[in-house]
């Protein structure tokens, strides 16, 4: 049953690509309100709890929702589900194991450059972006004491939204809205999959293994 949920999940991320790189309204509309909580079906048969990650696999999906309606208002509430987002996941992982120093302060000094770039071009956006970057690059730093696969999946939501960041910025990437989906897409999968297959659920004080922005409406 979990492969059926995973598979579903990357025939639908396969349709969103599509639906993005075709600008395919109605494609997007269909496919992108579904990558969180086919995700959610996944970790929900593999643990049989909710816990942080699945609250913020559910916030995840208001705010894809959200991000589709065009709109700064709508973009700012977008912001705000993913916010929690990060902060449910954020929550989960420090629970379960200390974030490794190195990885704390190189996603903190990674905050504070990019903030530092794009300050003066985000205008009316910098204060919710400090904010909802900071939470994001806490998360990818608690994600690296999870263990690899979940240190992979915060570092690509962290570049997913440093895209949108850019472009919110003024900052054109090519392809970028492909990029950010697909980022966006395999930081959820493998955050996912590498908490439903984390090897214990209890807090641990020991160092993890080494470890190894921002939001706009095209995500």
């Known amino acids: 049953m979990r492969r059926r949920w995973l598979g579903a999940f990357g025939g639908v991320a396969a349709a969103e690509l599509v639906g993005v790189a075709f600008g395919l309204t109605a494609v997007q509309w269909l496919a992108k309100p579904l990558l969180a909580p086919l995700l959610l079906g996944y970790l929900y048969s593999a643990r049989r709890r909710v816990d942080p990650v699945a609250v913020g696999l559910v916030f995840a999906t208001a705010g894809d929702v959200a991000l589709l309606v065009p709109g700064r208002r709508a973009f700012l ?116 999959t590498a908490w439903a297959h984390r090897p214990t659920d209890g807090p641990s004080s020991t160092a993890a293994a080494p470890a190894v922005p921002i939001v706009h409406p095209s995500r």
Do not use: E, K
């Not at 977008?78 to 902060?87: A, E, I, K, R, Y």
């Not at 954020?90 to 905050?111: G, I, K, N, S």
């Not at 071009?121 to 004491?145: C, F, I, N, T």
């Open 77 to 192: 509430v977008g912001m705000g589900c993913f916010l929690v987002t990060q902060l449910a996941f954020l929550t989960a992982f420090v629970r379960h194991r200390r974030p490794p120093v190195p990885a704390v302060v190189a996603y903190l000094a990674l905050w504070a450059v990019a903030n530092a770039l794009l300050w003066g071009a985000l205008g009316p956006l910098r204060v919710p972006v400090l904010g909802y970057s900071l939470a994001l690059s806490l998360m990818a730093a608690a994600a690296a004491g999870v263990s690899r696969r979940a240190a992979l999946g915060g570092a690509l939501f962290l570049g997913s939204d440093l895209l949108i960041g850019l472009g919110a910025a003024g900052v054109a990437v090519p392809g970028q809205g492909l990029l950010v989906m697909a980022t966006y897409s395999a930081a959820l999968l493998l955050i996912t």
